[in-house]
């Protein structure tokens, strides 16, 4: 298993926030600002970046998506979205990535085993799924493709509901 401070360090993470022009989350200016972020990475489909953060009682989303298909071309920033949110929103983020035990979970999963037969079933040509947060001074990320876990598919679902974007369920699979 890969160290979430290895991940936030990878070539990849750092290209895919150059690609969306969005800020290291970690480590935080203040411990009291607490942030999400899922990087959203369909095969066929545009790359999306969702930010939620608690400063005070103050709440926000940045969204942001680009403009080609990840399993071709990234492509370049083609839009950006912002609002602040209402407390129950926040709260509700909150008792999903709790449901999910986001901060328990392993940073990558584990190679997939073979049946009894010797096959291993793997997934192709679907979705990364790339969630960190911050809080209380401390970080975890979850990358995931294909995720199997249904709690933790539930938050990324529920923050490109609350980006407002133009996105179907269809489109991240």
Not at 2 to 30: V, W
Not at 83 to 102: G, H, I, P, T, Y
Not at 133 to 158: Q, T
Request: net charge positive.
């Amino acid at each position: 298993m890969i160290p979430a401070e290895k991940l936030r360090m990878s070539k990849e993470y750092q290209y895919t926030l150059s690609r969306f022009n969005e800020p290291q989350i970690y480590p935080a200016a203040n411990q009291n600002i607490e942030i999400y972020r899922i990087f959203v990475s369909p095969t066929f489909s545009h790359a999306l970046s969702i930010r939620v953060e608690r400063k005070g009682k103050d709440y926000f989303l940045v969204a942001k998506y680009l403009s080609g298909q990840v399993g071709y071309d990234w492509g370049t920033l083609k839009g950006e979205k912002k609002r602040r949110l209402k407390e129950k929103e926040w709260q509700k983020l909150l008792d999903l990535l709790n449901r999910a035990s986001f901060w328990t979970l392993p940073s990558e999963d584990k190679e997939p085993e073979p049946n009894e037969k010797g096959e291993v079933s793997i997934c192709l040509d679907n979705t990364d799924w790339y969630l960190e947060g911050v809080r209380g001074g401390k970080y975890h990320v979850v990358d995931r493709y294909c995720p199997e876990l249904r709690n933790f598919k539930a938050i990324g679902l529920y923050m490109v509901k609350l980006s407002k974007l133009d996105i179907k369920e269809s489109d991240l699979h």
